[in-house]
């Protein structure tokens, strides 16, 4: 009787489940990869400010400094918070609702100290509230 080897039988093959696995693996890691490199799109221009006519003659100009400290006319607003503002150009405007107002703020002036300002205008009730900027400084024409 001849006893038979089982292993001359089997024929050689790929294992096909590691390989998928490592497959998955890279796919994941280079969608995960390229979605870091993905940049905003999103372009600012910001306002160039154009020579106007003067103010009127009477205004009420606010003034915030780079510490975010309100000036209200001649006045510094000794708090920061919206009502300290609002008593100070209440104070400052009497009842004339009308009455154009200047916000001039330093640029290095936190956003947040703006914002409280203009709000503080607007829950009085003012709409003719300008913003002083710096005029467009023109770039200096290359020398030939």
């Not at 999103?42 to 975010?68: E, K, M």
């Not at 709000?119 to 024409?141: H, K, S, V, Y």
């Amino acid at each position: 009787m001849r006893i038979r080897d089982q292993r001359a039988y089997d024929e050689p093959g790929i294992d096909l489940v590691p390989l998928i696995d490592v497959i998955l693996v890279l796919i994941i890691f280079f969608v995960i990869t390229t979605t870091f490199d993905v940049r905003s799109t999103l372009q600012l221009q910001l306002p160039v400010a154009s020579p106007q006519a003067p103010p009127p003659a009477r205004t009420l100009n606010i003034i915030v400094n780079a510490d975010g400290r309100y000036f209200v006319g001649e006045r510094e607003v000794l708090r920061t918070d919206i009502e300290a503002v609002k008593q100070a150009i209440v104070e400052a405007a009497g009842d004339d609702r009308e009455l154009p107002v200047m916000l001039r703020a330093d640029a290095r002036t936190p956003y947040q100290a703006v914002v409280t300002a203009q709000d503080a205008l607007a829950q009085l009730g003012f709409r003719r509230i300008a913003i002083a900027t710096a005029p467009d400084t023109p770039a200096p024409e290359p020398q030939s």
